[in-house]
């Protein structure tokens, strides 16, 4: 069981997050940097609410094995899928 | 009372059967909202007419919205420390909390479709209005499961069903729900912010 007063700390991190996320929606100048910022702050609540609230951090290390090991393998059909060779090929 | 079967094993740390159920059907889950994200980033990548973010879509009250669904994981949390503590007054009030939380999500979702629908901006519509009601449908399709699950465990906290003893089908409901919030994260930053 974790500390009850983490929870109160993550809950605090979510909304700041989230805020933070809201304020580098608008900043359209950034760029790249913007949805890297984003995709970062993204996975960083993610993260958060995995291993706090739903107490991953205290589980066995194979629940931790199955819920992560998903995420590299989406990672790579996402890097291998996002550009459509085919497309390109045509265009 | 339920009964509890525990995995002995030390690979899932004496995981009970029915969390052990809930975390396998979690990740599957998770794996079908994967998709549905990588299919709009692959079609938004390869030349899909796309707006600009803000657009078209009302993301300050979608901000609001996610906010809403954040205190309700904090509402949840606590739900389950006050089922754990034996405190079966601050359960019932976390928990109602939660389900306010969780309807108040869905009345604003089901009142910006009706706002797009008012526009003639349907699934139909495009292949950035099929992903959006795509990734957004399918998400409170598992809010409503939810809402429905919290009323379910609601019912049976006034019936006096749940204690400090037994109180796994709570854990299993704040799993859930965590990860219902979990994935809005994901749809709110590729859908709205991006």
């Excluded at chain 2, 008012?118 to 992903?131: D, N």
């Amino acid at each position: 069981m974790q500390n009850k007063g983490s929870y109160v700390y993550v809950a605090i991190w979510l909304f700041m997050f989230t805020a933070l996320e809201i304020l580098l929606y608008s900043q359209a100048g950034l760029g790249v940097w913007r949805t890297w910022g984003l995709l970062t702050l993204m996975t960083s609540k993610a993260l958060m609410v995995a291993l706090v609230y739903m107490n991953l951090r205290q589980e066995g290390w194979a629940l931790r094995v199955a819920f992560f090991a998903p995420i590299p393998v989406a990672i790579y059909f996402l890097l291998f899928m996002l550009y459509d060779a085919a497309y390109l090929w045509r265009s | 009372m339920e009964q509890v079967i525990v995995m002995e094993d030390m690979a899932f740390k004496n995981i009970a059967f029915g969390k052990l159920g809930i975390w396998v059907f979690l990740i599957i889950d998770g794996l079908s909202f994967t998709a549905i994200l990588i299919a709009a980033s692959y079609l938004r990548a390869n030349g899909a007419p796309w707006p600009q973010p803000g657009q078209v879509l009302n993301v300050p009250l979608t901000a609001f919205n996610t906010f809403a669904l954040l205190l309700s994981s904090y509402t949840m949390m606590n739900a389950l420390e006050a089922v754990k503590a034996g405190d079966q007054k601050k359960f019932i009030r976390d928990l109602s909390w939660t389900l306010f939380l969780g309807v108040l999500f869905l009345s604003i979702q089901a009142f910006e479709y009706r706002h797009f629908i008012a526009e003639h901006f349907l699934p139909s519509s495009s292949i950035y209005a099929g992903c959006f009601f795509g990734a957004t449908g399918f998400h409170g399709l598992h809010v409503l499961s939810g809402v429905i699950f919290i009323l379910y465990v609601l019912i049976g906290a006034l019936k006096g069903r749940f204690n400090v003893a037994d109180h796994l089908r709570v854990e299993t409901l704040t799993l859930f729900w965590h990860f219902v919030d979990l994935m809005w994260m994901l749809v709110f930053t590729v859908v709205y912010l991006l």
